[in-house]
Each structure stands twice: as structure tokens, then as C-alpha cells.
């Protein structure tokens, strides 16, 4: 029979919304088929896939690819799916993943050419979307640091898109000393502020991004902190060249992170 939402698995992995239990836990939950695919292709991260039935038959190749290397699938009824999910209207598929966090010296040694520091970004839907396009530029790795948002918040995980998955993921405690291991680790650390006294286009028509780089990125409401920002190699403004006030903290991060990865490939 399937699992119902009293069903002491479901309610054990339901707890896993909460950070406190994700902590105690190491656990977190990923949810839908994008985020399932991506997460059964990283080895030993799946522990349980729960679904309803008529998920599992849509999504076959995945309940087999679960089964392959040995992680339960277990079917659910639909209230017991949307005691799992947080969407409004999920796709019927929920994994248990184990945390991915990799200590940041273990990420700096694999020698990654381009960076993000989330510094105190406390909203998941941003920190996601930032991870999202940090993948897709081409970064080796996100730092969460300080008082940042917890990675494994559902709607983090969401906004990731399955990036979660593809790069290291580090949670670091004090900024300051984030940025004196990057640059200990041979990047240029650049810190993104509307008011910074460097251009982003000069820096890039100069070839100062044709180098391995780290850039700091703060939170949407209150920008870095002045000692972090202080602590950055270079202060960077986005150039606005229309009207607009500013950039919101994900498309200025894309604006940055894609004018390295293009500098960078440029010097491979």
C-alpha cells in the first residue's frame, strides 16, 4: 500500500523542512523530476525517492535508476506527496539527499577558476538563482558565508535547479577569512557594490578578469558589509548606462560572473 502521510518515513523526511532537523539530519529534500535527475546523477546523494503512483510511471527512468544502485522508491498516496512538497502544485516525486557541503580549503585545492561568495544573503530564491548562474558560468564553486541562507532550503533548492548538484558547495562561518583563503589560494577577489570605485567594463577591457577570480556578492536590502567589501582586492559597480536605479542581486551576479567566465575563456 502506499505510504499516507502518517506513515513514520513520510513523517521523518517531512521534518526535513525545518533547518534545525536538515542540520541534525544531513538530510535535506529535493523536489520534482529536474532536481531528482540531477541529484541520481551525483553518486551516494539520493537515500529515498518517494512518489505517487502515477509519478513513478511517468518518471520510470528515474524510479529504475533509483533501484539501480540500491535507493528505496517508495509509492505515496497524494496527501502524503503534499506533505512533502512546498509547491502548490508538485510534480509528484520527492528524494531525501544527503548535505553536499565540501570544506572550502578541499574546494580550493580542486583549483576552480571562478568563485561565488553569497556574504549574509539571507533569501533563498536569490542565493538559489546566484548558484544557478554561478553553474552555468562556469564556477567551481558557491560559498555560503556568515549569516547566510541555508542551502538546503526548499525554495533555495528550487531556485538552484538542479545546480545544487554540479558544483561544491561550501558553508564557511566568517567572511573575512573567506576572502583571506581565496586570495591565499591565488584568486583575485572582487567585491560587487553599487558604489564601487572600479567599472566593470574597464576592469574587463583592461584584462583584469583574464585571471582566476572570486566575486563577493551581499544581500539585496543591505549590500557587503563596509569590512568585507574593505577586505576585496577591488570594489566593482555594474555600469548602468539607462535610468534604472540599480540591478537586482541576481542579474547584477550574472552580469559579473559571465564577464569573467568570457575573459576566461578568452586565456585558457
Request: hydrophobic letters at 50%; glycine letters at 8%.
Amino acid at each position: 500500500m502506499p505510504f499516507t502521510p502518517r506513515t513514520p518515513r513520510v513523517v521523518a523526511a517531512r521534518r526535513l523542512h525545518r533547518r534545525r532537523d536538515r542540520d541534525a539530519a544531513g538530510r535535506f529534500l529535493a523536489e520534482g523530476p529536474q532536481a531528482v535527475r540531477e541529484a541520481l546523477a551525483r553518486p551516494g546523494t539520493v537515500t529515498e525517492l518517494f512518489g505517487t503512483p502515477a509519478a513513478l510511471d511517468r518518471y520510470a527512468d528515474l524510479a529504475e535508476r533509483a533501484a539501480d544502485v540500491d535507493v528505496p522508491v517508495s509509492d505515496v498516496t497524494d496527501d502524503a506527496l503534499a506533505a512533502l512538497a512546498e509547491t502548490v502544485a508538485p510534480q509528484g516525486l520527492v528524494a531525501v539527499c544527503r548535505h553536499l557541503d565540501v570544506p572550502l580549503d578541499a574546494a580550493l585545492a580542486a583549483g576552480p577558476r571562478l568563485v561565488a561568495v553569497l556574504a549574509e544573503i539571507r533569501d533563498p530564491g536569490n542565493a538559489g538563482t546566484v548558484l544557478r548562474t554561478a553553474d552555468a558560468a562556469g564556477a567551481g564553486a558557491v560559498v555560503f558565508a556568515g549569516d547566510a541562507v541555508d542551502p538546503y532550503n526548499g525554495k533555495c533548492v528550487r531556485a538552484s535547479a538542479g545546480s545544487l548538484f554540479h558544483v561544491d558547495v561550501v558553508r564557511a562561518g566568517d567572511p573575512v577569512a573567506v576572502v583571506e583563503a581565496l586570495r591565499a589560494a591565488g584568486l583575485a577577489v572582487l567585491a560587487t557594490t553599487g558604489y564601487g570605485d572600479s567599472d566593470l567594463d574597464d576592469l574587463a577591457d583592461a584584462g583584469t578578469l583574464a585571471t582566476p577570480t572570486a566575486w563577493l556578492f551581499g544581500s539585496e536590502a543591505h549590500g557587503l558589509p563596509g569590512g568585507l567589501a574593505a577586505a576585496a582586492d577591488a570594489r566593482v559597480r555594474v555600469p548602468l548606462h539607462g535610468r534604472a536605479e540599480s540591478l537586482n542581486l541576481a542579474a547584477a551576479a550574472a552580469v559579473c560572473l559571465y564577464a569573467s567566465a568570457r575573459a576566461l575563456r578568452r586565456c585558457p
